[in-house]
């Protein structure tokens, strides 16, 4: 149902570090090979895979941002991986004409039910963020759905009921967890970390969140070294005194 | 097991019924090879088809994380450029027009060719490996061969990081040793993009990251590592030697120094022979008993270092005849020298001299004011029991961005002996060895070269000379080898100089040779300097049209670009069809707190249908040797020893007790390290996920050089046969032995052209000198030099169709103030200019990096028709290699390498850049070849089942 | 945004075609004869279907399509699909009667309602988009309608109202045009807000995720030179208002009518194709462009 539910019984949603995430790719290939190998979301095609044009469907990608402060601190790189921020007021899911798109009300998870989909693609232009893909082969909305079919996937051992992409990820950048419950690991590193919502004004109310990178160029608050007096013999004297004490 | 095809979605009221394959999925555990890292892989296997590939959460390397071209190794299993049959050329080299032939006849080709020359010359037979993980294997296949012609890839790789390593402190960065994740509290990357280590290296900073511990990286660049590193410090490329000595510098000046580690653990006491008259000089003063001395200033003579507890550290001494200084005095003498002052070398560095200063004062903060101590008793070589572990939460590690230069040996020392002098390595919290390193030079055999038509070589062809007399050269002081290693050129090249093998060979230099082996390397393409003149010379022919370098062998498994160059092509399986060890004797995957070796095995039994097949290569060398009857491969009667590889791989024994795998050894399979050879060995590694784990012993984590139990172990374990302690290298004997050799001492002697040269480059204590490209400045003013991307595999990537989406092509990077200056805009192209060539390449603007560095990602640019993809892929006529620009010689003939090591300079390119209009295709553009494999698909929709 | 030629086709033809049954519903046409009234009723239920089928083409799976008339309470697609199909229903049994001599004005006042609804909730599919700052804006619906009314009442051969409401659309497609240049940037979304990166500088693209295609690059990252729009905005406004009322002001000829209709139509087009390709995306800022 289009409809978006009035609220969730859990906000299940990744929480990606922006200060850990060193731009490997590795999410975005790992959930590429699950949701087309194993997962029955798949296959995600690849057209033109060995030509001149090559285009795929992927369900998360890392963009790579700069930005020169203007107060003439360092030149930052930022690793930006994008994937669907499972809204709670989901634009994409109130436009769509079939039903095939919904917002689960058990845990507040943006799916796309592809027997439903007619592949009219207004829900991918109803999402600002760019998290929905037609796949030009199945001709239906692809999109990340957050791994339903790993997390609640009692045929997997308990410790890989979780996103491929976290359980991938080399650098520990994506957490993934309830953020509808305040206690939950990925809620309080929100809280300290002072996570973020993208394009807030878009009101879509994201569940993901991404924690900014941290401020650098922290001065160290060791003193610069002092040579050795020279009154005290310099580096000898220093070198004789230490040598007496060892 | 059940599946997880089977869970059904509930996206709807309704259920749909999901896709459930006939078999269900077995996980089958081996090893990655989509890169070096060589990560624990669960490959979700049915019907001898591949699901997916994850991380093994058991696997010591990757715990269960796998980065993205691990994920991507379906597709890179599934690649349409795999090779299917063994190829024999038709047409013209380069054309890649080829006929498929039968095993039978390739290997009556290769035997045909190879057995004249074992009997007559076998140094004419040029076998060099590149990504190979079986230098076990092929080193020792070459030397029964009988060649001195066989190296494998370090040599254009990292052989100054390994040699600076292996003679300062008996282990390196690379993949032999880490940063302790759990201690540290100051991380320093010098010149890292992904490194052989990546995932484990991803795992620990997301640690540090976690802990809140700070990562400073020095990296022209600020891409990767650089991008979460809390400082990044935008280095001048060329120039880390110059920051180094000068934090030694600062570090001395204000006796931030662990004196008490140096006078412990390294040979800062030790004399060294000062007198130029002296046959002696440079070396160490020796007892006659061989032992190094040391002065004791009670007693006032010298006496071996280790009957002295408080040796001198500086000042000068007469012994007997000869005037001697401790090398803590030649130290101080050399780094109090004003001109290692941050305000004298950073404007080389193109860094502010504070960022020096306040570097140096956070590492003796991180350093003496946050000592770590574990209260874990341990025992040293001499036996004295210590109550505790002291360290120095500092870690620093280093790869190619200070190796690949040609003062890279000396830079790799400078950053060894700024670890040294913090007391930081073999400490907790700071760099550790991982088995089997620690190992010192006088554990590793030196060069052998004495060839002998028909019988094996002397011994390993590679090692570490000690000094002059252990060259491999003539009695004229000419190279013997083909690559010029071992000789006065590149003296230490640990690793052979792969780098130089084709030039060398078409130019007959020091000999013409008649067939060159190539394995796992793309010789034609990206690991060439020079490409368009290499390909050159491999397609150049004499006066009768016969091609200089007669014949060449390659081993693949993809229609690389080295394919279509050879004359016959020995089709390898894919990683996941094959058995190969991953051995301590090696290049094992251990961590410092264990010694790991691991097999991969054949999950996916190789189907080519409708064409001959595909074998495991390391089978079809033995085979070769059978067929050879090289010693070793065959018995008395001329019969196979071992049936392939699998049976190499259990059977076979370097020294009694010790062979390729570690693990499970001795008839009942309880022996680790050493024992009998054990017939169910493969599958007990099987059984356990494709790897063998044995841990250091808590007592044994930490000073593994002096510490009892470490070394204890190590033999237990067949790492060595008799405990090796040893003192850390601050001065390195054999580099002296060489300076002395340039000065005139000693019988061996350098040509007088290399003199000036090597007294410089030789140098005992590190030293700091300009790239030696770096002639003429003012015409080239900008550093051009290349990352790895963490997504792409040097060139194999970009046959992988998840892959090539992320990296298809490549800009050159410019910085901003270049690209305002220049008056770029996107879109533009830019024509760069060596001293050497020129191309025109497509651009990009970036700010966080070093305003006189241009870079670009590496091995993108494809030959069109290579790798099954279009000739129009963007691969081909977008993107570009800088090598084209790179020669593989200096102007003075030498090559354009480390003078120590012969490690290849990639990173002193320097360039001039100017703007032009957005061209069609960048430059220089390459016929397209023909695909020696069946056209690639338009589509794919990769599912399993 | 990618200006797919199904969806102009589908909106421009189908908005000409609910026009046309809103006048006739009105009781345009008085004194048709039959066979005039026949060929009008074909003609907008000809324009509509031509319209509807070609929105077909658009789909991935366009035999699933009756599953779009599910989701009338939430999506405005549903709507007007919807709506599109009883418009016609009521249309048929309007001009079922008409062509056979009965014009039951209350049916087709029914029918023009329905015809106006469609157009509108054609209108909010893209009106409804903050996604599309440029779309999002009460002059959607407005410009919507104002089409379906200028072109139906030209094909319709409507005298009176026509010249007010040619000059009204080129009026508002002007204002729409003028607010619709600052509409991404009053939108308030910047790369600072879609990546949270402000703090640290301006952010910029440093490396696209992909060398490669994508679909969101090809649907919704459509960059259209400025001069190259400028130009087409000219062209389009002379064939959509200025030629039509060129011909119409002076003369009532049934012919002029017909060709100014026909130019309308091809205006409208191209003013069409550029309400797409002008309409910026915000994901194109993840990317680099706007
Ligand atoms: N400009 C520039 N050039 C560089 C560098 C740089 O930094 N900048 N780096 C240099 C360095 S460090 C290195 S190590 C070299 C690497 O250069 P290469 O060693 O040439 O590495 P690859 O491009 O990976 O090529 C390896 C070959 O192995 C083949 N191959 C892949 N898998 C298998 C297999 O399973 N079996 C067999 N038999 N073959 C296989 C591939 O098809 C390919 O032809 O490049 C060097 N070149
Ligand atoms: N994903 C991936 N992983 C790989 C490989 C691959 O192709 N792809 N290749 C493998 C191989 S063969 C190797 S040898 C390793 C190499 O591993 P790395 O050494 O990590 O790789 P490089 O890409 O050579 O990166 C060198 C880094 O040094 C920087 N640099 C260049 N010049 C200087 C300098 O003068 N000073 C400093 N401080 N930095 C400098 C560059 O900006 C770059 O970041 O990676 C291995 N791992
Ligand atoms: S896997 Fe982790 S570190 Fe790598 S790009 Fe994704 S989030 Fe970043
Ligand atoms: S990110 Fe986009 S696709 Fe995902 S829920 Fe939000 S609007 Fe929908
Ligand atoms: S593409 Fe599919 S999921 Fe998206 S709006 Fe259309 S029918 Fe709904
Ligand atoms: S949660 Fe699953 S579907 Fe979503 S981005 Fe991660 S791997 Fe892909
Ligand atoms: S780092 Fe990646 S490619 Fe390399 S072995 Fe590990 S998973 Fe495979
Ligand atoms: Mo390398």
């Known amino acids: 149902m289009t409809a978006l539910p009035a609220s969730t019984e859990r906000a299940l949603g990744l929480v990606i570090d922006l200060d850990t995430c060193v731009g490997c790719h590795a999410c975005v290939v790992a959930c590429k090979e699950w949701n087309s190998g194993s997962s029955p979301a798949g296959p995600l095609s690849d057209t033109d895979a060995y030509g001149a044009r090559p285009s795929g469907t992927f369900l998360n990608r890392v963009h790579t941002f700069e930005a020169v402060p203007a107060d003439g601190r360092q030149p930052r790189v930022v690793h930006f991986p994008k994937s669907c921020l499972h809204c709670a007021d989901a634009p994409c899911v109130t436009v769509c004409p079939t039903g095939a798109s919904l917002k689960r009300e058990r845990d507040g998870i943006v799916l796309v039910n592809e027997d439903d989909c007619i592949g009219c693609g207004l829900c991918a232009w109803a999402c600002p963020y760019g998290a929905r893909e037609l796949d030009p082969v199945a001709g239906t909305m692809k999109k990340c759905t957050l791994c339903e079919d790993r997390i609640d996937n009692l045929a997997l051992p308990e410790e890989d009921r979780i996103p491929a992409c976290v359980r991938t990820c080399p650098a520990g950048a994506r957490h993934f967890g309830d953020l509808a419950d305040p206690e939950s690991a990925v809620s309080r590193l929100v809280a300290e970390r002072g996570g973020i919502d993208l394009m807030p004004e878009q009101q879509t109310r994201p569940t993901n969140k991404y924690l900014p990178p941290r401020s650098r160029d922290v001065d160290v608050l060791a003193p610069l070294l002092e040579p050795l007096p020279e009154e005290a013999g310099g580096f000898l004297g220093w070198l004789d005194r230490t040598l007496a004490r060892l | 097991m059940r599946l997880a095809t089977e869970f059904r979605s509930i996206r709807h009221d309704s259920m749909r019924e999901p896709d459930v394959p006939d078999t269900a999925p077995e996980i089958r555990r081996t090893t990655c090879y989509m890169c070096a890292c060589r990560c624990g892989i669960d490959v979700h296997v049915a019907e001898n088809r591949v699901h997916h590939i994850e991380g093994n959460r058991a696997h010591p390397v990757n715990r269960g994380v796998l980065c993205a071209k691990g994920s991507a190794g379906v597709m890179q299993h599934l690649s349409p450029a795999r090779l299917r049959a063994p190829l024999r050329r038709t047409g013209p080299r380069g054309s890649g027009e080829f006929r498929e032939i039968s095993w039978e006849e390739a290997l009556g080709i290769a035997v045909n060719w190879l057995e004249p020359i074992r009997e007559q010359h076998p140094e004419r037979l040029a076998f060099f490996t590149g990504r190979d993980q079986s230098q076990a294997l092929t080193g020792w296949w070459a030397q029964q061969f009988g060649t001195l012609n066989y190296a494998a890839h370090g040599g254009f790789c990292s052989v100054n990081m390994a040699a600076a390593g292996i003679y300062t402190m008996g282990g390196a960065f690379w993949e032999f040793g880490a940063p302790d994740w759990e201690r540290t509290r100051l991380l320093i990357l010098f010149g890292v993009a992904e490194d052989h280590d990546s995932n484990p290296l991803k795992i620990g900073l997301g640690k540090l990251k976690a802990r809140g511990a700070r990562v400073i990286s020095v990296n022209p660049i600020r891409t990767g590592y650089s991008a979460i590193a809390d400082q990044w410090i935008g280095i001048t490329p060329g120039t880390d030697g110059l920051l180094i000595l000068s934090l030694v510098h600062l570090l001395l000046t204000s006796g931030k120094i662990d004196l008490a580690y140096l006078m412990r653990f390294t040979n800062a006491a030790w004399l060294v022979d000062q007198d130029p008259a002296s046959p002696g000089f440079g070396s160490f003063l020796r007892d006659s008993e061989g032992r190094e001395l040391a002065w004791d200033p009670a007693r006032h003579r010298a006496v071996p270092a280790a009957d002295v507890a408080r040796p001198a550290l500086s000042g000068g001494f007469n012994v007997g005849p000869t005037h001697v200084k401790p090398v803590f005095a030649l130290m101080a003498e050399a780094y109090l020298d004003p001109a290692l002052a941050p305000e004298a070398v950073a404007p080389a560095c193109g860094i502010e001299p504070e960022v020096i200063h306040r570097l140096a004062a956070e590492l003796a903060d991180t350093a003496f004011n946050h000592p770590i101590t574990l209260d874990r008793p341990w025992t040293d070589h001499c036996g004295k029991r210590h109550e505790t572990m002291v360290g120095r939460p500092v870690a620093m590690h280093a790869m190619r961005g200070i190796a690949a230069h040609s003062n890279g040996f000396q830079t790799c020392r400078a950053l060894h002996l700024l670890q040294l002098i913090l007391g930081t390595v073999e400490t907790p919290g700071g760099f550790r060895f991982e088995p089997p390193y620690p190992k010192p030079v006088s554990a590793h055999p030196k060069p052998h070269h004495k060839v002998t038509p028909g019988y094996p070589l002397d011994g390993p062809q590679l090692g570490y000379p000690r000094g002059p007399e252990d060259l491999a050269i003539d009695a004229d002081g000419r190279p013997k080898r083909i690559d010029h290693a071992f000789s006065w050129e590149a003296p230490l090249s640990a690793h052979g100089m792969m780098h130089m093998v084709i030039a060398n060979a078409a130019r007959g230099d020091p000999y013409p040779i008649d067939v060159l082996f190539l394995y796992m390397a793309n010789m034609a393409w990206n690991s060439s300097m020079n490409t368009a003149q290499t390909i050159g010379m491999l397609t150049a022919t004499d006066a009768t049209g016969v091609y200089l370098i007669p014949k060449i062998i390659v081993a693949d498994s993809y229609s690389s670009e080295m394919v279509a160059y050879a004359d016959l092509v020995l089709p390898d399986t894919t990683y996941l069809e094959r058995h190969d060890c991953i051995s301590l004797l090696d290049r094992p995957i251990s961590e410092p707190d264990a010694a790991i070796d691991a097999i991969r095995w054949p999950v996916i039994e190789p189907e080519r249908p409708g064409a001959e097949g595909v074998r495991g290569f390391q089978s079809v060398l033995l085979d070769l040797g059978v067929r050879l009857k090289l010693p070793g491969m065959v018995d008395a009667n001329g019969k196979a020893i071992y049936r392939d590889y699998a049976d190499y791989m259990v059977r076979h024994q370097r020294r009694p007790g010790v062979g390729p795998l570690m693990g499970w050894r001795g008839e009942d399979g309880t022996g680790t390290g050493r024992g009998a050879p054990n017939p169910k060995q493969l599958a007990r590694y099987i059984e356990a996920g494709g790897f063998h784990i044995a841990h250091v012993p808590e007592e044994a984590a930490f000073f593994k050089p002096w510490n009892r139990a470490y070394q204890d172990w190590a033999v237990k374990i067949g790492i060595y046969d008799t405990p090796q302690p040893y003192l850390f290298q601050l001065y390195v004997e054999p580099l002296a032995r060489f300076q002395a050799a340039a000065l005139g001492h000693g019988p061996h002697q350098p040509p007088d052209a290399l003199r000036e040269r090597l007294a410089r480059a030789m140098a005992p204590l590190p030293v700091w000198y300009p790239p030696l490209s770096d002639t003429d400045t003012d015409t080239y003013p900008i550093h051009a030099i290349t990352q790895r991307p963490a997504a792409m595999y040097h060139s194999w990537g970009s046959q992988n169709a998840w892959l090539r989406q992320i990296h298809g092509e490549n800009p050159l990077y410019i910085p901003g103030a270049l690209w305002e200056s220049l008056g770029f805009e996107p879109g533009d192209f830019a024509r760069v200019v060596s001293p050497h060539a020129e191309i025109r390449v497509p651009v990009a603007r970036m700010d966080a990096l070093n305003p006189a560095t241009v870079w670009t990602w590496n091995a993108i640019g494809k030959r069109p028709g290579a790798w099954s993809l279009a000739p129009d892929a963007p691969e081909a006529t977008r993107g570009f290699l800088l090598n084209h620009l790179i020669p593989e010689t200096l102007p003075t003939g030498l090559s354009n390498s480390d003078p120590v090591t012969g490690q290849a300079a990639w990173y002193d390119l320097r360039v001039r850049i100017e703007r032009i209009p957005a061209e069609a295709r960048s430059a220089p553009a390459f016929p397209s070849e023909m695909s020696p494999v069946p056209r690639a698909p338009k589509l794919v929709k990769f599912r399993a089942g | ?290």
């Open chain 3, 1 to 290: 945004m990618h200006p797919a030629p199904s969806i102009i086709a589908f909106t421009t033809l189908s908005g000409i075609g609910f026009g046309l049954i809103i006048w006739l519903g009105l009781g345009a046409a008085p004194d048709a004869t039959h066979l005039y009234a026949l060929i009008l009723c074909l003609l907008a239920a000809g324009l509509v279907c031509a319209g509807l089928l070609a929105s077909l083409l658009h789909l991935g799976q366009p035999t699933r399509f009756l599953k779009a008339f599910s989701q009338w309470r939430t999506s405005w697609l549903s709507r007007e699909a919807a709506l599109a199909m009883t418009t016609l229903v009521v249309f048929a049994l309007y001009a079922a009667l008409w062509v056979t001599g009965t014009r039951f004005l209350p049916l087709g006042l029914f029918a023009a309602l329905l015809a106006f609804k469609t157009v509108f909730a054609t209108a909010m599919i893209y009106a409804q988009m903050r996604s599309v700052p440029r779309w999002r804006s009460v002059l959607t619906p407005v410009i919507f309608l104002l089409f379906a009314l200028t072109g139906g009442a030209l094909f319709a051969g409507v005298r009176g109202p026509t010249p007010w409401l040619l000059g009204a659309l080129g009026l508002l497609q002007i204002v729409a045009w003028l607010w619709g240049d600052r509409a991404l940037a009053r939108s308030g979304t910047t790369l600072a807000t879609a990546t949270g990166l402000g703090e640290m500088g301006r952010p910029r693209l440093l490396e696209p995720p992909h060398t490669g295609q994508n679909y969101l690059l090809k649907e919704m990252v459509f960059v259209v030179g400025r001069r190259h729009a400028a130009r087409l905005r000219v062209i389009g406004l002379v064939l959509a208002v200025v030629i039509p009322l060129a011909l119409i002001l002076p003369t009532e000829g049934r012919l002029a009518v017909w060709i100014a209709a026909d130019v309308h139509a091809l205006g409208a087009l191209v003013l069409r194709w550029l309400f797409f390709a002008q309409a910026e995306h915000v994901v194109g800022l993840y990317y680099g462009k706007r």
